[in-house]
């Protein structure tokens, strides 16, 4: 088998993972919490990819949407090359279980369009939670991000794509959880933050 490591960034929740990755932690192996002050989901991914040492690092919700067998998936792509392999709930092969509300597919696949025309020509899906980077990658990707909030994806790939790494989308399997806490106005903070970095690569804000 592999090595591995497990990183849980606990992000201000007021739920009990604090307790139950504590109490794990005797039990799992090479388990670690990292408390994130700073709200927003990419401040927390931040961190936890910063704070890793494998020579690949993978991020994924925390709610298993996406089971971490998926990664199999991705290891070939390494061996040939790819910086950043990201899941997709958007192309060919793909599983969504159940499927998502119209509404929310509609609103995810217009502003995939605009994301695809500003800044990632090609990209399906670039909001599905399970994402993993060679080593060299993780370093220089996230240690530039500035979004904190839900746009980090965008960014991250955005960065990726500035640095020159090769980006491979592959099918996952993802579960629906119909308790997500992302609500319908997500997709519009999205949106502006979409429009914020493509103002950022425009005005070399980005040092790469």
Same mark, same amino acid.
């Given at each position: 088998?592999?090595? #591995? ?28 919490? !990292?408390?994130?002050? +700073? ?18 690092? $993978? ?8 089971? !971490? ?7 070939? #792509? &390494? ?6 392999? $990201? ?15 119209? #509404? *929310?597919?509609?609103?995810?696949? $217009? ?29 220089? !990707? &996230?240690?530039?991000?500035? !979004? ?5 994806? +965008? ?9 020159? #790494? ?29 429009? *914020? ?12």
């Amino acid at each position: 088998g592999q090595s #591995y490591e497990i990183i849980v960034v606990n992000n201000n929740s007021t739920d009990a993972t604090v307790e139950i990755v504590e109490r794990f932690s005797h039990i799992i192996k090479n388990l670690k919490l !990292i408390n994130c002050k +700073v709200p927003g989901k990419g401040a927390a991914v931040k961190i936890g990819m910063l704070e890793a040492k494998g020579k690949i690092r $993978i991020f994924t919700d925390a709610d298993n949407s996406t089971s !971490i067998d998926q990664f199999n998936k991705m290891i070939p #792509y &390494f061996e040939k090359g790819y910086g950043a392999v $990201i899941g997709s709930r958007d192309i060919k092969g793909a599983k969504l279980v159940p499927p998502q509300p119209w #509404y *929310k597919r509609l609103a995810g696949n $217009i502003g995939n369009l605009i994301i695809q025309a500003l800044l990632l020509p090609g990209i399906w899906d670039t909001q599905c939670g399970f994402k993993a980077f060679t080593e060299e990658a993780a370093k220089k !990707i &996230f240690s530039l991000i500035k !979004i904190k909030r839900w746009g980090f994806d +965008v960014e991250v790939l955005t960065l990726a794509k500035l640095f020159g #790494y090769k980006i491979k989308e592959i099918p996952v399997v993802w579960v629906n959880n119909p308790f997500s806490r992302v609500k319908f106005m997500t997709y519009f903070q999205v949106l502006l933050e979409v429009f *914020k970095i493509k103002w950022w690569t425009m005005t070399g804000k980005y040092k790469i």
